[in-house]
């Protein structure tokens, strides 16, 4: 494929609800384009985008996929993504580097859930877009009531371009608003429009022009005082309203039968913008601190960034690209400004799938890869020693769905400790942390479908076989009443015996003062050399406490009094009464178990308020408090941890996916009696 100029350049990314077709549509279109030879399906496992093993298993996209693929003298970097909710931060990885988007929506099922969260994603971004009604040969398939669907939920502003001609079985091909001509078949033969079609044609046609010629005050003129706009003036209108966001562009067709693909070639060529035409990319100098823009000019100096690494156990790293700015060649070297040090850059190459062909350069406007770089990780800016500049990174949503994950052998044990970052790696949206208290390795992610995929990246790629389960919840002990302890380890046996005598005193303290220990002897009635031994073994025995093993949290320990003996006291003697007298003393002081409790942001549609605070009270939890933010409510709420282990997946089933939460730590609080006693009988039994 030859080199491009910024202004023969689009860079799409495909959207939609899974299993609406975007993965047949990009292969319809890599087909049509002539960049594949036989066009290939998603039941079968052979389509150019979904090439990794997990994708051809479960029929579906896991990773997001770059097709490139030349059309009338100018090069689409198409971008085909995961449509399922789990793999969102793919979505997010193309968005960061299209200037448009095509969103697909099935013309039986209309806007699911997923489309609309697509959307807003694309509306965050500031993408100009179109809309695809796929499947157009589909039984139920009306593309007049999922048109009126996508403009209820979606927009009012989408606006038909094209209309189908016949549904389901009698599918034949589309009607084009702009020419007013017919398009039939896969091989958009032109014809005459139908007569019974050309009323319906020219009353959306009127809507259409109404529309786009606002962007044009000579156009409003002109269309005011009744003059004819000509074909050329309604393609400049509906490419300026496009780009300006004031018109979503719907088009038709069915992928499978590959019918209205070419027309949807030719809207993205004539309405899309190129990288020249949309904003200027923001950029920070390294340098001086100061925010630059960074414009699409090969002359300029280099500015690239990095969207997705892949992992692979015998190729290395390789990492996708977009050149803001400049040209980089292969076999260069480059300044990575995030990491401030220079990488070498070996063979460049563009992708089609899985599938490389090498190149000299890649030049501003498009994208690339590269293998075996060191030290750049997703999001890294890549550009000149000499004009160091780092892009916006990619913004990932949080994840929020945890599990523990466990090693199956000692040898996975070995090899875990490696292979997690590299998968990290390839997935920044995936969040890997130690849990200190629990002493397990926690993995948070998207949902289960996300963290199932992780486990079986794991294993097919590095041949580590893992097991997740719900993490552990970090219980704590505590005291709710002072008292005191007294604990004299006395034993005679040949030679020297063992003496040490401990008086302690313990208090309960404020929720989150943690564990203190603190010496009051006075008179010398135990040496000041024993009191360390007496401080160990009281902190040692803090970490299993005496109602189910957690450790003992907001306790005052005073070593008040005591006595030794003079031949028979020890280190390990004052380290044994230390111990056993905390264990007395937290038996005395009525323990009780803690819990810990979340602080939860949740952003839902207004109709699902209801439920939501409903559910809430029987997960032990209380709302804070609730705010509107446009058409959702954002509820401020506390529960206990152990009641939200499955809470991305309780809200995704309540709200069908509309909803979103954060969760974070807030504070430790006393575990109500009845569920202290479920608790303790289960610890004891395992």
């Known amino acids: ?77 198409l971008i085909d993504t995961p449509g399922y909710a789990d793999f969102a931060g793919e979505v997010k990885s193309a968005l960061r580097v299209s200037e448009a988007a095509i969103v697909v929506v099935c013309a039986a099922s209309g806007v699911e859930v997923g489309a609309e969260q697509v959307w807003s994603y694309a509306e965050e971004a500031k993408l100009a877009r179109l809309i695809f009604i796929n499947k157009m040969d589909r039984d139920n398939a009306d593309f007049f009531r999922t048109l009126e669907e996508i403009q209820a939920k979606l927009a009012v502003r989408c606006l038909p371009v094209q209309l189908p001609v016949g549904a389901q079985n009698d599918f034949q091909g589309i009607i084009d608003l702009v020419t007013m001509r017919s398009y039939s078949g896969s091989s958009s033969k032109e014809t005459e429009l139908p007569a019974e079609f050309l009323a319906q044609a020219k009353s959306h046609r009127e809507r259409l022009v109404e529309a786009v010629v606002e962007v044009d005050d000579e156009l409003i003129a002109k269309y005011l005082e009744g003059e004819e706009l000509s074909k050329e003036e309604i393609l400049k209108a509906i490419k300026q309203a496009t780009i300006a966001g004031k018109l979503i562009p719907v088009f038709t067709g069915s992928a499978l039968c590959n019918i209205g693909i070419s027309p949807l070639f030719d809207a993205i060529s004539n309405y899309l913008p190129s990288p020249e035409e949309a904003d200027a990319a923001a950029a920070i100098n390294s340098t001086t601190g100061n925010e630059e823009e960074v414009k699409p000019e090969v002359g300029a100096p280099l500015g690239s960034l990095v969207f997705k690494t892949t992992a692979d156990p015998f190729i290395g790293k390789i990492s996708y690209f977009r050149v803001y700015s400049g040209v ?117 992610g998207f949902g289960d479908s996300h963290l199932e995929m992780v486990k079986q990246r794991m294993y097919r790629k590095f041949g580590v076989k893992v097991k997740l389960e719900p993490p552990k919840i970090p219980y704590k002990e505590t005291i709710t009443l002072s008292t005191k302890a007294e604990y ?28 203190e220990f603190t010496g009051k002897i006075v008179g010398g009635s135990i040496p000041k050399n024993y009191i360390p031994a007496v401080e160990k073994g009281v902190n040692e025995a803090k970490d299993d406490g005496i109602l189910a093993g957690y450790p003992v949290d907001d306790v005052r320990v005073t070593l008040y009094d005591g006595s030794f003996h003079p031949v028979d006291s020890s280190d390990i003697a004052f380290k044994i009464a230390g111990a056993q007298a905390l264990k007395k003393g937290l038996a005395q002081g009525q323990p009780a178990l803690l819990e810990p409790i979340m602080n939860l942001s949740i952003t839902v549609p207004e109709a699902y308020t ?57 504070h430790y609080e006393e575990v109500p009696p009845h569920i202290s006693q479920k608790i303790i009988a289960e610890r004891k039994a395992r």
Request: hydrophobic fraction near 35%; proline fraction near 5%; glycine fraction near 10%.
């Open 1 to 77: 494929m030859n080199s491009h100029t910024p202004d023969k350049i689009r860079n799409v990314v495909l959207l939609s609800h899974y299993g609406a077709g975007k993965t047949s549509l990009a292969e319809a279109m890599l087909f049509t384009s002539g960049a594949i030879k036989r066009l290939g399906n998603v039941k079968d496992g052979t389509t150019t985008s979904d090439y990794d093993p997990a994708e051809v298993e479960h029929h579906m996209s896991i990773n997001l996929s770059v097709l490139p693929q030349e059309w009338k003298g100018n090069k689409i970097n």
């Open 328 to 444: 980089i060649f292969s076999n260069s070297q480059v300044w990575n400004a995030n990491k401030n040090s220079m990488e070498r850059i070996g063979q460049l190459f563009t992708l089609l799938g899985k599938n490389q062909h090498p190149v000299d350069q890649i030049t501003a406007g498009d994208i690339g890869a590269v293998a075996k770089l060191n030290l750049t990780t997703t999001g890294d800016t890549l550009c000149t020693p000499e004009h160091p500049v780092i892009l916006k990174g990619i913004e990932f949503p949080e994840a929020n769905f945890s599990l523990a994950i466990h090693p199956q052998t000692k040898a996975d044990l070995d090899k875990m400790g490696t292979v997690l970052p590299r998968i990290c790696e390839e997935d920044p949206s995936l969040k890997v942390h130690r849990e200190s208290d629990t002493n397990e390795t926690v993995v948070s």
């Open 488 to 515: 004299k380890h006395k034993k005679q046996s040949g030679g020297h015996g063992q003496y040490g005598h401990v008086f302690l005193e313990l208090e309960p303290l404020a929720r989150g003062s943690g564990f």
């Open 610 to 666: 209801g439920d939501i605070v409903g559910d809430l009270n029987t997960k032990r939890g209380h709302v804070l408090g609730m705010a509107p933010q446009g058409n959702c409510n954002v509820i401020q709420a506390q529960a206990p941890y152990a009641e939200l282990l499955h809470y991305a997946i309780d809200l995704r089933s309540m709200t069908q996916g509309r909803g979103n939460f954060t969760m974070e730590f807030s």
